[in-house]
Structure formats: structure tokens, C-alpha cells
């Protein structure tokens, strides 16, 4: 699959894991930085193909922006090092420091070079992308931030990760968009408590797991691919269900997550607040309900010499991954209770 063109991509591939650690486990600013900086040169090898112009420039583009944000980082914790004691220092640096994390992870506003970025990667990795180049920069952000820019963001993410979606036909860049949206609800979620940012993380690498696991198997890059290719009518179910969990619909386990923020939205009479993040769910739900119908509806060319061969442990991991997603909520009010 994966490792199986290059074994030294596996090296970089624990590379990238051990960075991870090293960031989230240090107890430094510096420590910090240069986790990130590991973090970034093994994962560029990874996501580089020579025999792929896309996934090159995705490359080159990946490392100049995540320089630049490094840059940025290194030059914040500098300044904060010297200049300590002052409280409107202490507010512009926390800016600075959360700035570099946001571009870090491809938050709004500065989310402008990440649906162009994975547009050039392949499934795995731009799971790689979504989920756990992710866990560094908002650790980081946990331990000084500024909370008004933060809800800001929040408020950006939720509108431009809905908004930018609705008129894709690349699968890649939808799944940006959502990641965008998700992200909105992860910042707030790790303000609450980080417990709650894990348990979010969790569900969220969980569902897309099953949805690039699927896209990958069928070789689907494009929204018309879902429906002109004669699929089988279970991997159309297990999309249905997978997509209307991503969105947040209950009874699926993706609205678990953001049942208990807006519980918390709601307890801290933060109304308006909740009023967005649920209209822009809203949105996303249309736009995932719109893909789902056409795959549903459009089954119209039955060629013969087309066939999807699909190993029967890949299906039947997908179904049972789909039925885990199905009866999410009810496992985990049963978890919680």
C-alpha cells in the first residue's frame, strides 16, 4: 500500500510520529520548535513523488509555508524571552505565537494554502494531513493563547470551511474544506478542556479513516466518479452513512463530539456563537446530502467491461467501520453513562 514502494519511507514515517512526541513532551518553547522542524522535514519526503508534478509542488509549497510559520514561531518565543514583563507585549506575542500555529495547521484566515496542498497528495496522505499534523500546533496553542482571537478564528473557520466547500468537485478539496470546518470545533473543543480536543480528534480521524480508506480502495478523486462508475449499492450505503456522520447528524457517533461543545456553548450562554456553528453545519449537511443523492440517483451507466474488484476483507472492514459509525451514539451513551 503505503511502504511498499519505498521502505525509507517507513523511517520517515516514524520520524514524523517520534517529532510529534518531542513537541508535546517538551518543556520548552525551543523544544517545541525544533519538534516542529523535524516534524516538517520528515513529512516532506513523504509527500513528494518524482514520477507526480502535483504532489512536487505540493511538496515545495508545504515546506515554504510551514517555514515561514516556523520563522514566525521562533521569532515570538525570541521576543518573549527578552521582552517578559509587559502585559501588551505579553497579549501581541500570544497573537503571534497562535498566528504561527494556525498557519501551521491550515487554519482560517490562514487556511489559503491547504485545499491547494491537498489537492496534490494522495489519500493517506493527506489523512496524515488532517489528523495528525494537527496534534502538534494545537497542543501548542493550549498553552498561551488568546482567547477573543481564538473564538475569531473559531468563527472563521466554521463560515469559510462551509461556505468554500459548497462549489467543489474535487473529493480532496471538499474533504479541506470540512477538515477547515472540523477544525473550528477542535479550537474550541481544546478550550474546554484538552480531554474533550482528544476525544474530538479521535472521532474525527475515525470517520475519515473509513471515507479516505473507501475513496482509496476505488481509486475516486471527483464527485462525478461516485456516481457515473457502477458502484455496488452497499458502498453507496456506507458513504451515506460515513458522510452524514462527518456532517454531525445524530443518531451517528460524529455528532457526539459536538453535542457536548454545544451543551458547553450553550451553559456559558454563548448563543450566538452556537447559532453559527450549527447554521454552518447545517450548510456542510446540505452540501454532503447533495453528493449522497447523486450517488444514489445517478446509476446510469451499466457497462459491462467495468468492474470494481474489491478484496472481501477491505469490504467487509468498511461495513464494519460503517456500522460502528452507524451505532456511535448509542455505544457512547452507553460509554458515558
Do not use: D
Amino acid at each position: 500500500m503505503f511502504f511498499s514502494s519505498n521502505s525509507s519511507k517507513m523511517f520517515f514515517f516514524f520520524i514524523l510520529i517520534f517529532s510529534t512526541m518531542i513537541s508535546i513532551s517538551s518543556n520548552s518553547w525551543f523544544g517545541c520548535w525544533i519538534g516542529l522542524e523535524i516534524n516538517l522535514l520528515s513529512f516532506i519526503p513523504l509527500i513528494s513523488n518524482s514520477n507526480n508534478l502535483l504532489s512536487t509542488e505540493a511538496s515545495l509549497k508545504y515546506f515554504l509555508i510551514q517555514s515561514i510559520a516556523s520563522i514566525n514561531f521562533l521569532f515570538s518565543i525570541l521576543l518573549k524571552m527578552i521582552l517578559l514583563k509587559s502585559f501588551e507585549m505579553n497579549l501581541f506575542l500570544s497573537i503571534m505565537i497562535n498566528s504561527s500555529m494556525f498557519m501551521k495547521m491550515g487554519s482560517a484566515p490562514f487556511h489559503f494554502w491547504f485545499p491547494n496542498i491537498v489537492e496534490g497528495l494522495s489519500w493517506f496522505n493527506n489523512f496524515i494531513l488532517m489528523t495528525w499534523q494537527k496534534i502538534t500546533p494545537m497542543i501548542i496553542l493550549s498553552y498561551f493563547f488568546n482567547k477573543n482571537f481564538i473564538l475569531f478564528n473559531i468563527i472563521l473557520n466554521v463560515i469559510i470551511g462551509a461556505l468554500g466547500g459548497l462549489n467543489q468537485t474535487s473529493l480532496r478539496k471538499l474533504m479541506a474544506f470540512s477538515s477547515i470546518n472540523n477544525l473550528g470545533w477542535m479550537l474550541f473543543a481544546i478550550m474546554i478542556a484538552e480531554n474533550l480536543w482528544l476525544f474530538y480528534l479521535l472521532t474525527y480521524s475515525f470517520m475519515i479513516s473509513i471515507m479516505f480508506f473507501t475513496f482509496y480502495i476505488m481509486n475516486m478523486f471527483h464527485i462525478n466518479q461516485l456516481f457515473i462508475n457502477n458502484i455496488n449499492s452497499l458502498i453507496k450505503i456506507n458513504l451515506l452513512i460515513n458522510f452524514l456522520s462527518l456532517g454531525g447528524l445524530p443518531p451517528f457517533i460524529g455528532f457526539f463530539p459536538k453535542w457536548i461543545i454545544i451543551n458547553f456553548l450553550i451553559m456559558n450562554n454563548m448563543y450566538m456563537l452556537t447559532f453559527i456553528m450549527i447554521m454552518m453545519s447545517l450548510i456542510i449537511l446540505f452540501f454532503y446530502i447533495r453528493i449522497i443523492y447523486s450517488t444514489f440517483l445517478f446509476n446510469y451507466l451499466k457497462t459491462k467491461w467495468f468492474k470494481i474488484f474489491i478484496k472481501n476483507s477491505k469490504f467487509s472492514l468498511i461495513n464494519i467501520f460503517s456500522y460502528i459509525s452507524l451505532l456511535g451514539m448509542i455505544l457512547s451513551t452507553f460509554f458515558f453513562m
